[in-house]
């Protein structure tokens, strides 16, 4: 039986993210507490309540939101450690901190000893963000008196199977038909579309700064194979070489063939990363350039869809995006085929500064906005838990 929840409201998010310096090293870990989980200055739930700002990724925005709106007072990351070192920690503000739970395997969904053995000590926080792989279902069982919340990020709904999503209260999506898929596998379970990745968009994160446009598009993506970079290089190889692109890669296998492919075609592409680049640097870049594409096809909804548009960015998207097309609006950008990306980039080239992407977003997916709708579902969870 889980220890009851903590008398601080309180959110994590686990992430599927397994880090460590021993990547061959897999064995079950000890049912130990970890080092930061007994150092009295790392104990969950402590310091002094500030208010919250809302910025980072998508791991960061909706817990800050959530402090932000007053739902819960403070926030944890998690992932997963593989190895014999210590997992670390580390805290960001009065707020937000980070920890790490060593593996007992590395097959999703990740379980870990550690971290069923920190729920049981310290208790199951009021709610709990589960993204992508999730975790094993033991943990959900210890948080089932949590509110807990699970997003894939990316095109499939659920990348978990049946004995772990069944503990979702809600599921976050991207579209109508991951809703659907969600119903089907567990009919009348919650879902909501609030892809975390744009919905939960930072005010002044990114922002225009009224530098000059030398590139005309910038594609800020993983070099990874479903990120289709090669639906952009084939459009720029039917275009004249003065159209310029600007591709920033935070991480990502492709990245050296990418840089082979356009300069054997003499492409006028500017790569950047990996490694990626702090989050300010990312915004100048995209200032640099007059509007954003994304060109995936089995992608969630990308949390650059808003934060192109917030840097005053329209966006050409790929017109078979199986998440995230709702922001694609007449004031917010264009979609265009596969066979059809040569044209609308040229027709972008010439009309993004008729677009109103910025104002379009302040005004329907900042935080602020999702926040509402979220925290009204969270307390119907609630009180219906109750």
């Given at each position: 039986?889980?220890?009851?929840?903590?008398?601080?409201?309180?959110?994590?998010?686990?992430?599927?993210?397994?880090?460590?310096?021993?990547?061959?090293?897999?064995?079950?870990?000890?049912?130990?507490?970890?080092?930061?989980?007994?150092?009295?200055?790392?104990?969950?739930?402590?310091?002094d309540?500030?208010?919250?700002?809302?910025?980072?990724?998508?791991?960061?925005?909706?817990?800050?939101?959530?402090?932000?709106?007053?739902?819960?007072?403070?926030?944890?990351?998690?992932?997963?450690?593989?190895?014999?070192?210590?997992?670390?920690?580390?805290?960001?503000?009065?707020?937000?901190?980070?920890?790490?739970?060593?593996?007992?395997?590395?097959?999703?969904?990740?379980?870990?000893?550690?971290?069923?053995?920190?729920?049981?000590?310290?208790?199951?926080?009021?709610?709990?963000?589960?993204?992508?792989?999730?975790?094993?279902?033991?943990l959900?069982?210890?948080?089932?008196?949590?509110?807990?919340?699970?997003?894939?990020i990316?095109?499939?709904?659920?990348?978990?199977?049946?004995?772990?999503?069944?503990?979702?209260d809600?599921?976050?999506?991207?579209?109508?038909?991951?809703?659907?898929?969600?119903?089907?596998?567990?009919?009348?379970?919650?879902t909501?579309?609030?892809?975390?990745?744009?919905e939960?968009?930072?005010?002044?994160?990114?922002?225009?700064?009224?530098?000059?446009?030398?590139?005309?598009?910038?594609?800020?993506?993983?070099?990874?194979?479903?990120?289709?970079?090669?639906?952009?290089?084939?459009?720029?190889?039917?275009?004249?070489?003065?159209?310029?692109?600007?591709?920033?890669?935070?991480?990502?296998?492709?990245?050296?063939?990418?840089?082979?492919?356009?300069?054997?075609?003499?492409?006028?592409?500017?790569?950047?990363?990996?490694?990626?680049?702090?989050?300010?640097?990312?915004?100048?870049?995209?200032?640099?350039?007059?509007?954003?594409?994304?060109?995936?096809?089995?992608?969630?909804?990308?949390?650059?869809?808003?934060?192109?548009?917030?840097?005053?960015?329209?966006?050409?998207?790929?017109?078979?995006?199986?998440?995230?097309?709702?922001?694609?609006?007449?004031?917010?950008?264009?979609?265009?085929?596969?066979?059809g990306?040569?044209?609308?980039?040229?027709?972008?080239?010439?009309?993004?500064?008729?677009?109103?992407?910025?104002?379009?977003?302040?005004?329907?997916?900042t935080?602020?906005?999702?926040?509402?709708?979220?925290?009204?579902?969270?307390?119907?969870?609630?009180?219906?838990?109750?």
């Amino acid at each position: 039986m889980a220890a009851p929840l903590t008398a601080r409201r309180s959110v994590v998010v686990i992430s599927d993210f397994v880090d460590g310096r021993h990547p061959g090293h897999d064995r079950p870990s000890p049912a130990l507490l970890p080092a930061h989980a007994v150092d009295p200055a790392n104990q969950p739930w402590i310091g002094d309540l500030a208010p919250a700002d809302v910025t980072g990724g998508y791991l960061e925005r909706l817990p800050l939101a959530l402090i932000a709106a007053g739902i819960v007072e403070q926030a944890e990351i998690w992932h997963h450690w593989r190895g014999d070192d210590e997992p670390p920690f580390r805290r960001d503000n009065a707020v937000l901190a980070r920890r790490a739970f060593r593996i007992d395997d590395k097959h999703p969904p990740v379980a870990s000893s550690q971290m069923n053995a920190f729920v049981e000590t310290f208790g199951a926080p009021h709610i709990l963000v589960v993204l992508g792989l999730g975790v094993a279902p033991e943990l959900l069982t210890l948080c089932a008196n949590s509110i807990i919340l699970y997003n894939s990020i990316d095109a499939p709904s659920l990348r978990v199977p049946p004995d772990v999503s069944e503990h979702f209260d809600l599921v976050l999506t991207g579209a109508q038909w991951q809703s659907d898929e969600v119903e089907a596998r567990h009919p009348g379970m919650r879902t909501a579309i609030l892809p975390v990745g744009p919905e939960f968009a930072a005010v002044d994160q990114f922002r225009p700064l009224r530098t000059p446009k030398d590139v005309d598009l910038i594609y800020v993506a993983a070099a990874q194979p479903y990120k289709r970079h090669d639906i952009l290089f084939d459009a720029l190889a039917q275009l004249p070489r003065d159209v310029r692109a600007l591709c920033v890669f935070g991480y990502g296998e492709d990245a050296d063939a990418l840089r082979h492919r356009a300069r054997d075609q003499n492409l006028s592409i500017e790569f950047v990363g990996p490694p990626g680049v702090p989050i300010d640097e990312v915004n100048r870049l995209m200032n640099r350039a007059k509007f954003g594409v994304v060109c995936g096809i089995d992608d969630g909804a990308p949390a650059i869809l808003t934060e192109y548009m917030l840097a005053g960015l329209p966006v050409l998207a790929n017109d078979e995006l199986r998440c995230g097309l709702q922001f694609i609006l007449p004031e917010t950008g264009m979609t265009a085929s596969t066979t059809g990306f040569a044209d609308a980039i040229l027709t972008m080239r010439e009309t993004y500064d008729q677009f109103r992407p910025r104002h379009a977003v302040l005004e329907r997916w900042t935080w602020q906005h999702s926040i509402v709708r979220l925290g009204a579902i969270i307390q119907q969870i609630h009180d219906t838990k109750q």
